[in-house]
Every structure is written in C-alpha cells, then in structure tokens.
C-alpha cells in the first residue's frame, strides 16, 4: 500500500529523572511571569510550597478530582482571570492536566464554563499556554488535545486543538509514589491508547511505530511497575510508554475499548483505565488480523492470543474487575446500547453493532 499521511506533534517534551526540578528553566525559556497550578489533593502542598519559592506562581488550585468537575475548571479559570495569568499548569494524573487544559482555553474569553461545555460558544480565539505534567503513568493526556470533564453527571470528551499543551514535562520519579492498583489501571490505560491507536481505522505508520514501542515497554516493565513501585527502571519505561501510547492515538483517536469505557465507569463506577482494560482482551480477539499479528510479532509473542492472555493475566494481578459478576447487577441491554452509540465505537476496525457488543459481554457473565 502506498504511504500516505499526514503527521503532526506540536509538544514541546522534557524527559527524564529529575526534569521537573527544570521547571524555573523552561518558564524562562517561554518568558512566563504568571502561572496558576492546578492539581489534586495529594500535590497541592508540593504547589504550595512552589508558590512560596517562586514569585511566578501566583495561584493554585489544588482540589482537583478523580473524575474532574466542570466546577474545578470554573475555579481554575476564575484564579487565572484574578491573577492575569499567561500560563497554567496542570500536575498530576489526567483530571489535573484535563482540568489546566479548559481553564487555559477559556481564560481569556468573556463566556461562562458551560456555555463552552456544552459547545453553545466557540472557544476564544487567544488561549494561555498549558504545562502538562503528568504523575501517573497512563493518560497520555500530556500531548494530546482532548479533555474529559464531567459537570455533576455528564462526562463530555472534547476533542479541540484548543486543549493541545504547549510543553509537556514527564519526570518519571513523580510516579514513583503512585500506588500499586493505580500504576496498573493507568499502565493498562496506556496498553489500551497505543493497541487502539494502532488498529484504529485512522492509523498511520509513524503512530503505529510509537503504540508498537509502547505495547513493547509495558509488557516487560507493568507487572514490576506493580509489584515493585520503588523500582525506577521499571517507572521510567513505564513513562516512556506511556507518553508514547499517548502519541500514537493522539492522531488516530481510540475505539472501542474506550467507547465501552464510559458506561462502565458512568453506571459502574470503574475508574478510566480499569474501565478501558475491562473489553482489552475481548477486542484483541474480536480484532484480530494480520496487522495486530504483526504487532504482536515485533513485541515478541507468539501471536494475538498471548497478548490478549498477557493482558488478563495482568488484571487478575491487581484483582481488576473483569467479568460482569464484578460489577454487581447489570442491564445489559442498556450497556450494549451506550457502547454502540458513542462516537469512538465507529472507529473499531470490527464493525459493532449492539448485538455484537451483547454478545462480548455475555462471553464475559
Ligand atoms: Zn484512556
């Protein structure tokens, strides 16, 4: 087949041990005098702490939640617009950056959160610069231009060039105090962007070599990643794969994995990435093909059957709910339904109507 393509990866990346200490350096380097933190519990007296060493951090916000709040964006934004900001910062797993990512795009616009919520106002055409820097290994939200924000309870993904940050800053020893089950939700997240990326009806040959790498890295360091969380080899792979799971479906988007991701996490409360890993395995199988053969190949399996078993087994180290008997009473019809219909669904290689997904998730009773 002829190659034919177009890429594009605006991120500016700093990697490496150590290369948030780099902050300071690189504001200098983007002539940032204004920048507003926003982060989650465990952070906020680290951002504190910033604020009081460094006269350019004026604000923090540091109550982000695990599933982020419209309200946590509306507060972001308010604190950027009473400090005058150029910049904000998100510091922690996706909800952190997601929530950075909004406050920045609608900072300098006259609208309320909502009205760009709900997509009833075009986002403002100037924008603050957004700092990504992820803590966890798994989002990939560092280089891609989506954020999820839910608003009491609706969950919107919005898919923007607004959202897309200007520098992304992964320091792999900023995850090495995540716990265990979360290093694995987050690490079978990113399993699941570089997989769906790379079977992804939109993929193409320079994400592919990324979701190929990424599947490459998390096989050989998640389970140490787990077992072993003060282990830095283990945490550094785990970061590259993770942010290069997060290119390889920043362009392609994800699939189905992720479709049937919000159901199970709105109805079932499964956080993002055990919500995800939940049909990892069913839709290994379910798209099986030359491609995904040759992927496993590269990454040195037998073939797409170890890998979805590598992926179960992976689960059934970290007691992830996997089966439809964990997650308590379920209405089938109504899941099969809200999987068929989300817009990523249309991106499986395999088409998936309702009864198909019915039948997947009875395999799985
Ligand atoms: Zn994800």
Redesign the pocket.
């Known amino acids: 087949m002829a190659l034919d393509f177009v890429y594009s990866q605006p991120v500016k990346i700093y990697f490496g041990e150590g290369t948030f200490a780099k902050l300071g350096e690189i504001l200098d380097e983007l002539g940032l005098q204004r920048c507003v933190i926003a982060c989650g519990r465990h952070f906020a007296p680290t951002a504190q702490a910033m604020m009081e060493q460094d006269a350019r951090i004026t604000a923090v916000f540091g109550g982000v939640e695990q599933n982020p709040q419209l309200s946590g964006v509306i507060e972001t934004t308010r604190l950027a617009r009473e400090t005058k900001a150029d910049a904000v910062i998100g510091v922690g797993g996706g909800s952190s950056i997601d929530t950075a990512k909004f406050a920045a795009a609608i900072a300098l616009g006259d609208g309320e959160a909502l009205e760009y919520y709900r997509g009833e106002k075009p986002f403002p055409a100037e924008r603050l610069t957004i700092i990504a820097v992820p803590t966890t290994a798994g989002?990939g939200s560092e280089v891609t231009q989506v954020s999820v924000v839910s608003h009491n309870t609706e969950k919107r993904t919005i898919n923007n060039p607004v959202f897309m940050p200007k520098v992304a800053i992964v320091d792999p020893v900023l995850s090495s105090t995540v716990p265990p089950r979360t290093t694995m939700n987050t690490g079978l997240?990113a399993m699941?962007?570089a997989l769906e990326g790379y079977w992804s009806k939109n993929h193409q040959p320079i994400s592919d070599l990324m979701a190929i790498e990424a599947v490459r890295l998390i096989l050989a360091n998640l389970e140490t990643a787990y077992t072993d969380g003060a282990n830095m080899e283990a945490r550094a792979n785990m970061a590259y794969a993770s942010l290069l799971g997060g290119l390889s479906f920043a362009l392609p988007k994800?699939a189905a994995c992720?479709a049937c991701s919000y159901p199970l996490s709105e109805d079932y409360h499964l956080p993002?990435g055990e919500a995800?890993a939940f049909t990892l395995d069913s839709f290994v199988r379910i798209n099986a093909d030359e491609r995904l053969e040759l992927l496993c190949r590269r990454v040195g399996l037998a073939g797409t059957e170890e890998l979805a078993q590598k992926i179960a087994e992976l689960k059934k180290l970290a007691s992830l709910r996997s089966r439809l008997s964990d997650l308590g009473e379920v209405d089938l019809d109504k899941l099969a339904h809200d999987c068929a219909v989300h817009g990523l669904m249309a991106n499986n290689p395999v088409k998936m109507d309702e009864a198909a997904l019915r039948a997947m998730f009875e395999k799985l009773a």
């Open positions: 989002t997240d699941a962007h994800t992720h993002h995800c």
